[in-house]
């Protein structure tokens, strides 16, 4: 049996609907089990970070788990799912984390999943990181601009990124947690190029045949659009920082790991765009 946390999450939620597609046992862990959709025939259990004890019991009889921690500076939750996981005897654990996690450019926010990482990698069980780049579909966020007709906020300039398409994240994720011969290594997740917002923009403009056009965010302007995302104030000053890098071009980064796990190459940003172009769609 599988237990995937962050289950009703961008990742967790795939992670999730592939695992329960190919006959596997899963357990699904989230907050309020009552509103969660998840789909029949999948275990669906109440668990907290910030509640030790739901943790253990979620783990119990499972053989393996995936685990998605909340970014920002308290890791505790993330060490405490590793501890619960070991008190139960979990046999492999795949961690998500973040690209350039440990390195000191990023900022803050490149040593949120440090000591989670390295509590995966001490737990003797067997261990898998994924270190995604940035998602294709935190482009959604763009979505109502887009539908209005405005610009949409850019927050890292010219920074190019290997967007990856979340969904190439969540099949890794299942590789690993089903083949322990891929066990023992950090995988750096990217698309197959990369791509800054202009470019991002440029290909939903193709793809939606109407223009879309950006407005370059001052730091001020960042911070203050990340704190009315609802971010507390430590996670926005790490995402701004996060911000600043990618504008440099710190995260102008291709691996070729997806290939090497799924034997295929990723998806590009555009086949992504295709594919979600009806979020975009006008009312
Ligand atoms: N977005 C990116 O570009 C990007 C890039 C690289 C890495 N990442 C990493 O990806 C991870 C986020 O993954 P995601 O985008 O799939 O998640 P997401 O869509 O933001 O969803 C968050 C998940 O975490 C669960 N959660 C939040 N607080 C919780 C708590 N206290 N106890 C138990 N569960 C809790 C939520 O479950 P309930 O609400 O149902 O309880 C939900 O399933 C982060 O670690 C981030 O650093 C993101």
Known sequence: MILVTGATGTIGSEVVRLLAARGEKVRALTRHPAKARIQPGVEVVRGDYLDPGSLEAAMSGATAAFLVGVPGPDTRHDEDLVAAAGAAGVGRLVKLSAIATGDPGVGPSGTWHVAGERAVRESGAEWVVLRPSSFASNTLSWAEAIRAGTPVPNMTGDGPQGVID?????????????????????????????ISVPGQTAVLAGVLGRPVTTRDLSPEETREHLLAWGLGAAQAEGILAGSAFVRRGGNAVVTDDVRQVLGRTARTYREWAQDNRAAFAAV
């Open 166 to 194: 979340p969904r190439d994240v969540s099949e890794v994720a299942v590789r690993v947690l089903l083949d322990g011969q891929l066990a023992g290594r950090t995988y750096t997740l990217t698309g197959p190029e990369t």
